[in-house]
């Protein structure tokens, strides 16, 4: 039995739909622990089975997890609060003597200059130390998350970042859905291994104007901004002040490499190449 956490969430629900998939696993042997049963309802007419699962309730944590082999920890949205509440995750799939915990962490957790990387570091040793066997699934950024912007762009008539001349090697959330049903379903021992998972083409956000500029039909500059300046511009846009603060730290980041991998070790597991940021763009462009 394979429970995927966070199923209600888009990652989770890619995840669950690449399982099902061919009938990798059946329905009835895939468990999707949501906070919210009936956000899921699809999932259950198709034969899933729904448990309750909030990081902060940790009695409803054991139960989800269950007579459960493989347990997909998708990581907690909630920025400052992740730890917590994956320590609750990883204690629980103890106690319920899973065999195997596939945790979504960040690209190259270990050196990367994200201040987003704090948590996933923390979660990583926590799993190390609690004695449950673990993989890593190192995800690099989602293409949509620079995706999402373009309509705004071209709002704006430029691309706005803090960047600079970063190189960006994201995929998309299919992607890497993907990449941990193929983890969850593999015949080998995946206990101990160490995914960094990135898109097979990197681009710097100048590029990326250019490819709105290519899929729109109009002329889009990348304008580079201090980081708090970027900051400030994106909470003026109606962006919550953390989520601001994450992106305008992230795109920094970026500037130093962090979302920067060339081993195309996502392509080789997912046995094709990864989505083009072009195709990632027009969908976000069509809406």
């Given at each position: 039995m394979i429970v995927v956490t966070g199923a209600s969430g888009q990652l989770g629900r890619l995840v669950i739909e690449q399982l099902l998939a061919g009938g990798k696993v059946a329905a009835t042997d895939i468990v999707a622990a949501v906070r919210s049963p009936e956000k899921v309802a699809d999932l259950a007419e198709q034969g899933v089975v729904v448990h309750e699962a909030d990081y902060t309730k940790p009695e409803t944590l054991v139960s989800a997890f269950a007579g459960a082999d493989k347990l997909l920890l998708i990581s907690s949205s909630e920025v400052g609060q992740r730890f917590v509440q994956h320590k609750n995750a990883i204690e629980a799939a103890k106690e319920a003597g899973v065999a195997l915990v596939a945790y979504t962490s960040i690209l190259n957790a270990a050196e990367s200059p994200l201040?987003?990387?704090?948590?996933?570091?923390?979660t990583e040793a926590l799993l190390a130390e609690s004695?449950?066997?673990?993989?890593?699934l190192r995800n690099g950024w989602y293409s949509e998350n620079y995706a999402m912007g373009a309509p705004a762009a071209l709002q704006l008539e430029a691309l706005y970042g803090c960047a600079g001349d970063g190189k960006i090697s994201s995929a998309a959330r299919a992607d890497y859905a993907a990449a941990a049903a193929a983890v969850l379903t593999a015949s080998d021992d995946q206990a101990g291994k160490v995914y960094e998972l990135a898109g097979d083409d990197a681009y710097t956000l100048t590029e990326l104007a250019a490819i709105i500029s290519a899929e729109s039909g109009k002329e889009i500059p990348y304008v580079n901004l201090p980081e708090a300046d970027y900051a400030g511009a994106l909470k003026q846009a109606g962006l919550p002040e953390g989520l601001a603060v994450l992106l305008a730290e992230?795109?920094?980041?970026?500037?130093?490499?962090?979302?920067?991998?060339?081993?195309?070790?996502?392509?080789?597991?997912i046995g094709r190449a990864t989505t083009p940021m072009s195709d990632s763009v027009k969908a976000a462009l069509v809406g």
């Open positions: 201040p987003l990387a704090a948590e996933h570091k923390q004695g449950v066997p673990f993989v890593l992230s795109d920094t980041g970026a500037s130093k490499g962090g979302l920067f991998d060339n081993s195309k070790t996502l392509s080789a597991l």
